[in-house]
């Protein structure tokens, strides 16, 4: 996918605050999707860049979607996003996520031989995946171990509870939406962010769980090219229309 976007984007992936290789946020800090897209508005602008199509997915999502509501992006990707569940959903995603946590946890030290077959990444990545199995035995370690040790996980998880996004109305750039059916988390979300995006844009992916970007890339990349390459096209014929 990195290599299909970056033959005509220069692409930047990053790892939120608390995730991956990034140290989380201090420890007076809620990691609410806008103190996050503080950081990566910090992110930016140390690396000089004013605004920019936006993409992610889950909390990535909401982030993206923040920073378009400040007026950052471009366009934004958001797949699967979530913020706008009911209490009950709230708690049974808070649920999944902690369970899947402490499962990685106790997973760890066996994480080696555990991804080594698409069995025992199947066995693991299941919850969040409709094609585990796909993954390569590097990637899968990886993301199982950055599952159980990234330092921010728990805090985001409990701030995520109570963390409503705001002035989705005053995104004004255009927003695709891709929501997998076969999603357990996050899917009925999905029509409610359009409802209170102006203009964004909803496709259902049939079959695919939450992270469809792992399910099957070669349609989100394809899917994430042609929206790129229209919102460029819309922009240029609004740029070439005469003022009235």
């Known amino acids: 996918m990195h290599d299909a976007l970056s033959r005509d984007y220069d692409v930047i992936a990053m790892d939120l605050p608390g ?4 140290p989380a946020l201090p420890a007076s800090t809620q990691p609410t999707a806008a103190a996050l897209a503080d950081a990566v508005e910090g992110d ?13 997915y889950s909390l990535g999502a909401r982030v993206a979607l923040e920073l378009a509501s400040r ?4 366009s934004v ?8 569940g009911t209490p009950i959903e709230r708690i049974h995603q808070a649920l999944a996520l902690t369970t899947g946590r402490s499962l990685a946890g106790l997973l760890a030290p066996i994480a080696t031989a555990l991804t080594a077959t698409p069995a025992g990444r199947s066995l693991f990545f299941s919850m969040e995946r409709s094609r585990p199995w796909q993954l390569s035995a590097d990637d ?3 993301l199982l171990l950055n599952y159980a040790n990234s330092p921010g996980y728990p805090q985001t998880v ?20 891709l929501q997998g059916t076969a999603d357990p988390l996050v899917a009925l979300q999905a029509p409610r962010f359009l409802a209170l995006i102006p203009h964004a844009q909803l496709r259902w992916l049939p079959g695919l ?3 469809v970007i792992s399910d099957d890339p070669a349609l989100i990349t ?10 460029a096209h819309a922009g240029a014929l609004a740029s070439n229309r005469p003022l009235a």
């Not at 860049?49 to 992610?56: E, I, L, Q, R, Y």
């Open 19 to 22: 995730f991956g290789n990034s």
């Open 44 to 56: 930016m602008d140390r690396v000089g860049v004013d605004s920019f199509h936006v993409a992610g």
């Open 71 to 74: 007026g950052r992006a471009r």
């Open 77 to 84: 990707i958001a797949i699967a996003p979530d913020g706008l």
């Open 140 to 142: 899968a370690r990886h």
């Open 158 to 177: 409990q701030a995520s509870m109570f963390d409503v996004p705001k002035r989705l109305h005053q995104i004004n750039c255009p927003v695709l939406i």
């Open 209 to 211: 769980n939450h992270i």
């Open 222 to 231: 394809r899917l994430m090219l042609d929206f790129l390459a229209d919102t």
